[in-house]
């Protein structure tokens, strides 16, 4: 598997490359400065300079990518969550709850073109990802 994380150098950006290196898979993370690349290369990614915000130009990057990842979140997690199809609640989720959710994600067939909302819960992140 082949993923790409937008926001490469973020608490996410860092974590969900760790996941995919220790499952065997390919991370990268989309960067803005190249001095943030050893701390991606650290975290098992390879490291992409393209800075959105100055207009450069994504796609040649997204081509091989199975799965494009645009990071946010906070905080530790407790690798259980919540996941919603109703849009529209705030609530903070932990990063590395995010990060997980994200992997689970990759693997699960059934989030192809899924639109969810995820909060902090008390389910088991595999099971939640499988239920939507």
């Known amino acids: 598997m082949d993923g790409l994380v937008v926001g490469g150098h973020g608490q996410i950006g860092l974590r969900l490359p760790r996941l995919l290196a220790r499952d065997g898979h390919r991370g990268r993370g989309v960067i803005r400065k190249?001095?943030?690349?050893?701390?991606?290369?650290?975290?098992?990614?390879?490291?992409?300079?393209?800075?959105?915000?100055?207009?450069?130009?994504?796609?040649p990057h997204v081509g091989t990518?199975?799965?494009?990842?645009?990071?946010?979140?906070?905080?530790?997690?407790?690798?259980?969550?919540?996941?919603?199809?109703?849009?529209?609640?705030?609530?903070?989720?932990?990063?590395?709850?995010?990060?997980?959710?994200?992997?689970?994600?990759?693997?699960?067939?059934?989030t192809i073109g899924a639109e969810f909302e995820l909060f902090e819960g008390d389910v088991p992140a595999r099971e939640a990802v499988r239920s939507l």
């Open 65 to 110: 990518a199975d799965a494009i990842v645009f990071a946010v979140g906070a905080g530790p997690g407790s690798g259980r969550v919540q996941v919603s199809r109703t849009f529209g609640r705030r609530a903070d989720v932990p990063r590395d709850d995010v990060a997980l959710v994200l992997l689970e994600c990759l693997r699960a067939p059934n």
């Open 34 to 59: 190249a001095e943030q690349a050893g701390d991606l290369e650290a975290a098992g990614a390879e490291p992409v300079l393209c800075d959105l915000e100055r207009g450069d130009d994504l796609r």
